[in-house]
């Protein structure tokens, strides 16, 4: 595993809050906030409204999705680090929430990838399925079928002094099978009281950077052991 190799493929913060009936006029003015962020206005249904912009360069797709139960910032395809990405998801969620007069998060859920390349081999499959698994290639032919894509899945339950839980997944990349895929989706399920906890941003960063940090250190650290 290459640690050198990383490049970030996207960010996503996904804040589910109670049920509310968003009124039009404040997304509106919710769209204005964020003009310099966001071009396009889309009504999807009567619940969900997504902003978006995509870059025509290099194919990024920014989008605010905005439910009922729930606001959704994310970075598709990114280019941008995770510090330029909070930069602005910061301002949105403070605006989201404000105009939007959101009471709670009931939990938090960040998704954050990566993509890169295995230290040594050209082909992701082989360091993950032969190298990480221990998979001898005799006992695959059963399938009696080319494996196209290979991968493997962490799930990590919330422990006694870190209420959040891991969904890790490390696969081979369908488009190109140079590369690995990661992923890391945690699940934060403390609630955060906007109202009381003014510093709710701040919580919101600590535990994204934890989300980024277990992928870029214990699960890429996990990887470099099978250099």
């Known amino acids: 595993m290459n640690k050198e190799s990383l490049v970030p493929f996207s960010f996503i913060i996904e804040l589910l809050n109670p049920p509310l009936k968003h009124q039009q006029q404040d997304i509106h003015k919710l769209f204005t906030e964020l003009k310099d962020i966001y071009v396009n206005y889309n009504t999807l249904t009567d619940t969900i409204t ?5 870059d025509k360069k290099t194919q990024e797709i920014k989008k605010l999705i905005i439910r009922n139960d729930k606001i959704i910032v994310l ?5 941008s680090t995770l510090d330029r990405f909070w930069k602005d998801a910061s301002y949105i969620i403070e605006k989201s929430v404000s105009i939007l007069t959101i009471p709670i998060f009931f939990f938090r859920q960040y998704t954050i990838r990566f993509t890169a390349s295995p230290l ?3 082909d992701s499959r082989i360091f993950l399925g032969n190298r990480v ?17 290979f991968g493997i899945r962490f799930v990590m339950p919330a422990i006694e002094n870190e209420q959040n839980e891991y969904n890790i997944r490390v696969e081979s990349l369908l488009k190109d099978v140079k590369q690995i895929f990661l992923e890391n989706q945690a699940r934060f399920i403390v609630p955060l009281q906007l109202q009381i906890q003014k510093n709710y941003l701040d ?7 934890k989300t980024y940090e277990f992928l ?3 699960v890429i650290g996990f990887l470099q052991q099978y250099n």
């Open 216 to 218: 870029k250190s214990n």
């Open 133 to 149: 698994c221990g998979l001898q290639d005799n006992k695959l032919k059963i399938f009696g079928r080319p494996i196209h894509g």
């Open 50 to 54: 997504e902003l978006s912009y995509i």
């Open 203 to 209: 919580s919101i960063k600590i535990e994204i950077d």
């Open 120 to 122: 040594k081999e050209e």
């Open 75 to 79: 970075n598709d395809f990114t280019s």
